[in-house]
């Protein structure tokens, strides 16, 4: 052990972590894969600030700060899910990277999960981001499944226009005052037996969240017809291999690992 990883001390986030942790966010995310997250304006501080101040009894969320010092140097932020513990975001300082202080982020991760009775640990990770997966296979994270998600230009889907849905323009604007204020929202849009729910970040991107009554071609045909000449990117999460045919700005296979958390991981 480092006499630098000997001095790393994990501790819980508190509200003047957020710019910190924001930035250890946008630097520890390759340029391919930012543009994936929520976290692309400097407005998204806001939500981070909200979410520590909310605490994980009312937001889910377990956020812990890495430090060397007074330095934070990485971070990890963890949500309960039923008999799992999913690790949303984790993240070192490239500076330090390499030296173990990821391991003692996933180690505390893992003992946290043990403290809530938690019988798995759950995380997602881009299959082309190939030194991160190699070291969770080495932490015995096994891959369980596997989905896709696009960066879809937006364009008028015209063979789609008669079935596509529109956002009310009150609810729409609801929403860009929420994007503004911390970085992205979500909207919502009931149109009969049809819904669609759709994110809107950084003022240029939207990211569709969910849908019901609707194909995913008509849900992106709606999205894409309502934002055109307004923004550039809709991203698209799919079970499936995208469409051939989509105008596709880039694409990511995400693995979905798991790990089983045994007796041995309780005693660590």
Same mark, same amino acid.
């Given at each position: 052990? #480092? ?14 972590? &957020? ?30 600030? $909200? ?11 377990? *956020? %812990?700060?890495?430090? =060397?010092?007074?330095?934070? !140097? ?8 039923? #008999?799992?513990?999913?690790?949303? %975001? ?8 390499? #030296?173990?202080?990821? =391991? ?7 003992? @946290? ?7 798995? &640990? ?19 994270? &096994?891959?369980?499944? /596997? =989905?896709?998600?696009?960066?879809? $230009? ?34 919502? /849009? ?6 669609? #729910?759709?994110? *809107?970040?950084?003022?240029? @991107? /939207? ?43 880039? !694409? ?5 690992? @798991?790990? @089983? *958390?045994?007796?041995?991981?309780? *005693?660590?």
């Amino acid at each position: 052990m #480092t006499n630098g990883r000997a001095a790393a001390r994990v501790r819980s986030a508190v509200v003047e972590d &957020a710019p910190l942790i924001l930035k250890l966010i946008q630097q520890g995310f390759a340029p391919a894969y930012l543009p994936y997250t929520l976290f692309q304006a400097p407005e998204s501080v806001v939500y981070l600030r $909200e979410l520590i101040a909310a605490g994980a009894a009312q937001s889910q969320h377990e *956020l %812990y700060c890495l430090n =060397q010092g007074d330095e934070i !140097v990485g971070f990890y932020d963890a949500v309960c899910r039923d #008999t799992a513990f999913f690790l949303n %975001y984790i993240s070192v300082s490239p500076g330090v990277q390499g #030296t173990g202080l990821g =391991q003692i982020l996933l180690d505390h991760f893992e003992m @946290t999960a043990v403290s809530l009775d938690k019988a798995r &640990a759950e995380l997602d990770v881009f299959a082309s981001n190939h030194r991160a997966c190699e070291w969770y296979l080495a932490q015995r994270y &096994a891959i369980q499944s /596997c =989905q896709w998600v696009m960066q879809v $230009e937006i364009v008028d889907w015209k063979a789609a226009s008669d079935t596509a849905i529109e956002i009310a323009e009150p609810v729409l604007h609801r929403g860009q005052i929420e994007e503004a204020r911390r970085g992205f929202s979500k909207i919502e /849009c009931v149109s009969g037996s049809s819904s669609l #729910t759709v994110g *809107l970040i950084a003022g240029h @991107t /939207c990211k569709l969240l969910g849908f019901s009554g609707l194909s995913q071609m008509q849900a992106v045909a709606s999205v894409c017809r309502q934002f055109r000449n307004q923004r550039q990117i809709l991203i698209v999460p799919s079970a499936g291999k995208p469409p051939a045919d989509w105008p596709l700005a880039s !694409v990511e296979k995400i693995w979905q690992m @798991t790990k @089983t *958390l045994q007796d041995s991981d309780r *005693l660590r």
